[in-house]
């Protein structure tokens, strides 16, 4: 069975930083591309970053683009987002998923995480 464990998350303000992880079991961790979503209230859920299989190559929306980071630890199987300069249109519920193939569209993704709420205040 496929689990993803999220942790971290908050309430910040403006410009500062948050570290969101995601501990993967009941797959082979490295054979996977991994990624982060976002949903904010009365929105659709959106990609925001993601990695592929053994951390080949990164994406990021543009919108954050330069002030987050998608890294992988192999060794603990927990993927990352590294968020700084926060930003109030930041401010939403962060999912980790997995899927074979790497994909911006969440539509294609079956395993998610249970979701942690990021707010930046200004």
């Known amino acids: 069975q496929v689990q993803l464990v999220q942790s971290g998350g908050g309430s910040v303000q403006t410009g500062d930083s948050l570290k969101l992880s995601c501990v993967v079991s009941g797959l082979s961790f490295t054979n996977y591309a991994m990624a982060w979503f976002r949903q904010a209230p009365g929105q659709e859920r959106e990609f925001v970053a993601g990695?592929?299989?053994?951390?080949?190559?990164?994406y990021y929306a543009d919108s954050v683009k330069g002030r987050f980071t998608i890294y992988r630890n192999p060794n603990k199987n927990t993927l990352y987002l590294q968020m700084d300069s926060l930003r109030p249109e930041d401010t939403a519920v962060y999912y980790c998923?997995?899927?074979?193939?790497?994909?911006?569209?969440?539509?294609?993704?079956?395993?998610w995480g249970q979701g942690t709420q990021v707010t930046v205040s200004s």
């Open positions: 990695i592929q299989r053994y951390g080949l190559n990164t």
């Open positions: 998923s997995t899927r074979y193939e790497m994909s911006a569209l969440a539509e294609n993704y079956d395993h």
